[in-house]
């Protein structure tokens, strides 16, 4: 501790009319950056500070958040004065087939984040290290996976981890958050696509359970972490508001701190 925990998503606007132009033309798309700042956990009301971004994308660029996300926790270290220790990134709504290039570009963001704002120090932190620990993991919701009962009568409880399907270069885990009574539940496929070795004893699985019971105000079934489930949310109603006639690329138009 300190720790941040971010999410990461993006809004993905339809399709709409141009009486101009007579066609159709696509909108702008948001993403939302969510950054939680965790100082503490000996309290029983522990202190969660929240900073969001919001940034407009044009169609088709909804991928390249390094300069987005390089910004926004420059920006959150600054304004609630934190130098972490360790942090942890939860990113919605990245293909296998952007790994390699999307994902690297947004760690590398990342890492430019924390190496700024170096002259913050937090509050009766003595130190700070060169270089803070970071894992970057990739939640995938839209899977066709799904866990059984051995009778094949029931889908897996609440709570259910399964690590021993894996890819060929990633380390992946599922959990099944929802067990609805009258369907099959559908879990949530978590891939590490970036773990530093100072974070090799971090139980993420456990972190990514607990911090799935985390909303401050959500009354549907728990898919994924707090932070990634609110950048989806406020992107998606911030997204709402986004004028598709802009010409648009990278530009933050919302900022805002909560604390809770």
């Not at 430019?112 to 290290?129: A, F």
């Not at 970057?136 to 889908?155: E, M, N, P, S, W």
Request: net charge neutral; aromatic share 8%; with cysteine.
């Amino acid at each position: 501790m300190p720790a941040i925990f971010v999410g990461v998503d993006v809004f993905h606007a339809p399709m709409v009319y141009d009486p101009e132009s007579k066609q159709r033309r696509r909108k702008a798309s948001c993403a939302a950056i969510i950054i939680e700042v965790i100082r503490n956990n000996t309290s029983d009301q522990a202190l969660v500070e929240i900073y969001s971004e919001t940034w407009k994308r044009s169609g088709g660029n909804e991928y390249q958040l390094g300069d987005a996300l390089q910004q926004t926790i420059t920006n959150a270290r600054k304004v609630l004065k934190v130098n972490p220790l360790c942090v942890v990134v939860w990113r919605d709504g990245i293909g296998e087939s952007e790994f390699d290039r999307a994902s690297k570009e947004e760690i590398e963001g990342i890492r430019k984040g924390l190496r700024q704002g170096t002259e913050v120090v937090d509050k009766g932190q003595s130190s700070q290290p060169q270089t803070i620990p970071l894992a970057y993991v990739v939640c995938q919701k839209r899977i066709a996976t799904k866990f059984l009962t051995l009778d094949g009568r029931h889908g897996a409880p609440s709570g259910t981890l399964v690590k021993g399907i894996q890819g060929l270069k990633h380390e992946t885990f599922y959990i099944n958050g929802r067990a609805p009574p009258f369907s099959t539940p559908k879990p949530v496929r978590y891939i590490i696509i970036e773990e530093d070795d100072a974070l090799a004893d971090l139980p993420l699985e456990e972190l990514t359970w607990g911090q799935c019971h985390n909303y401050p105000n959500w009354t549907g079934p728990i898919k994924v972490p707090s932070a990634c489930q609110m950048a989806h949310k406020l992107a998606e109603l911030a997204g709402s508001f986004v004028d598709c006639g802009e010409t648009i690329n990278a530009e933050r138009f919302k900022n805002k701190i909560h604390f809770l």
